[in-house]
């Protein structure tokens, strides 16, 4: 999507951001730093003091973020038309409230929402604060790759036909892979049963400003979709948009969710970085994301062609993956003997950093920002490792890794729902001494970055075991208390 017309050129909240910065005044309100008269000398230091003459509160002229009527509601208007929505509201708590409040102005207490397993873990902060209940589908696999795809249109209409009650799907699109599944499927039969797609689309803020990227959430027909801003555009971190179209999503609700979950003193820093993010995509989008998809070839075609690494591509006629976000680049280092672990560490000391390194693999982020400086720098680093670690026979991956979606590792028994179960009373108990019991933690294994355990779930000896050998492969368990997995949280009986 590029525009032409000259609304676009505006950016309404940055400009009156500036003016306030620069109009010279005694400051008697918060922020206690006055303009940057009180801050640390350290700070200044690092960041300079300009920053914070425009670190302001909620003046009249900045207008209100939960009941916008200004420089805001006009910046938020000119999102959804730059984005493709009918509602735009700008976020300050990043993608994460977002998605809960997509869940929270959706679903209430006892309501049943359709989601992958892999969803990300503010959607069962979202599960948490309404008290809705979860119908879990699981995403399509890949063994060979030991990488989590799309949900499928077929398992959501599997889920919808054993619980037509449901109130909402949501999906992820696209991964953390940047694999893409058929929104456009999902959302016709969401809409069949009356009921709305949520798209956590945190990773695809860009694909409405270019031909060659996958096609937006929204103009395949989802009804909200979540978008991190600051993740792959040019917003600052922690900013995000919540967009919506339709009429099966109350955007009063939405308004409502977000009063809730966002603050009451949101950062215009923050908030301007959207208003100007939001113009340059618009502006010059298609021109940025042409120069960025170059380079993103020329790093996969090259790193394609050293010895022992291989590049994740598309996949035709793959359940869960109908396209891939060419931006994402993810490597497989297991061809060298290494896991994307050690492969990171020996990466960051040649000034390389992956945005993910999982057993296999190490995923990065090609975006408006890098530079042919930054690809060269990639090249040269994975040369290097190649010349130091000689292609070797792949790591002998456990089978239980090779057969996660058709084995009984998750349980699926949720005796409590996850709010219950959250607001139970705990305790810890040793790993060993745990299963049968109710799960009152998250637990997420990386790779592959499903949820093996969610509050509210019975603790099964099949998933300690997983879990356990994950660990043992070189792999991280996130979302509870002890990542060791000595220990768990268990709803106490």
């Not at 959302?187 to 860009?206: F, S």
């Not at 869960?320 to 280092?333: A, H, K």
């Not at 292609?391 to 456990?398: D, G, L, V």
Request: some cysteine; overall charge negative; hydrophobic content about 45%.
């Amino acid at each position: 999507m590029q525009f032409t017309n000259t609304s676009q050129t505006r950016t309404p909240l940055l400009d009156a951001l500036r003016d306030c910065a620069k109009k010279p005044h005694a400051a008697f309100y918060a922020p206690g730093h006055k303009r940057g008269v009180g801050i640390p000398q350290p700070l200044a230091e690092l960041l300079g003091s300009a920053v914070f003459r425009a670190d302001l509160p909620e003046l009249p002229q900045l207008d209100n973020l939960f009941a916008p009527e200004g420089a805001i509601l006009e910046a938020q208007q000119l999102a959804a038309e730059a984005f493709g929505a009918e509602h735009t509201w700008f976020l300050v708590n990043g993608s994460t409230c977002g998605v809960m409040a997509a869940i929270l102005a959706t679903c209430g207490a006892g309501d049943k929402i359709i989601l992958p397993r892999n969803v990300h873990q503010s959607a069962i902060a979202g599960l948490i604060l309404s008290g809705a209940i979860p119908i879990f589908v699981n995403p399509e696999y890949d063994p060979v790759l030991d990488i989590a795809h799309s949900i499928t249109p077929d398992s959501v209409a599997d889920a919808l036909k054993q619980h037509p009650d449901a109130k909402a799907v949501m999906m992820v699109y696209p991964t953390y892979y940047g694999v893409c599944g058929d929104v456009g499927a999902i959302a016709t039969l969401a809409h069949q049963h009356n009921i709305p797609l949520l798209v956590d689309e945190a990773h695809g803020p860009h694909f409405a400003f270019h031909p060659n990227l996958p096609p937006s959430a929204l103009s395949c027909g989802a009804d909200l979709a979540v978008q991190s801003t600051h993740k792959i555009l040019g917003a600052m971190t922690q900013s995000a948009m919540l967009h919506v179209q339709g009429t099966k999503v109350d955007i009063d609700r939405v308004s409502k969710a977000l009063q809730l979950l966002q603050s009451t003193s949101p950062s215009y820093l923050l908030l301007a970085s959207l208003d100007a993010a939001r113009q340059q995509i618009a502006l010059h989008g298609e021109q940025l994301l042409t120069r960025t998809l170059q380079l993103a070839a020329t790093a996969k075609a090259k790193i394609s062609q050293i010895p022992g690494l291989a590049v994740l591509e598309p996949v035709a006629a793959t359940p869960g993956f109908v396209n891939l976000d060419i931006t994402r680049l993810t490597v497989t280092v297991s061809g060298l003997g290494l896991t994307g672990f050690d492969a990171d560490e020996i990466l960051a000391q040649h000034g390389v950093i992956a945005e993910l390194p999982s057993l296999q693999h190490l995923t990065f982020i090609i975006s408006l920002g890098n530079t042919q400086v930054d690809i060269d720098n990639l090249v040269q680093a994975f040369i290097t490792l190649s010349k130091e670690y000689q292609p070797a026979i792949k790591p002998k991956i456990n089978k239980k890794l090779e057969n996660i979606i058709n084995s009984n590792i998750y349980s699926n028994i949720a005796l409590i729902s996850p709010r219950e179960a959250f607001f139970s009373a705990s305790e810890t108990l040793s790993v060993e001494k745990s299963c049968t019991h109710i799960s009152a933690e998250l637990v997420c294994p990386y790779p592959p970055g499903i949820p093996v355990l969610m509050p509210g779930e019975v603790i099964t000896p099949e998933a300690i075991d997983y879990l356990q050998q994950i660990l043992a492969l070189g792999g991280s368990i996130t979302g509870c208390s002890d990542p060791s997995l000595k220990t768990l949280k268990v709803v106490r009986q």
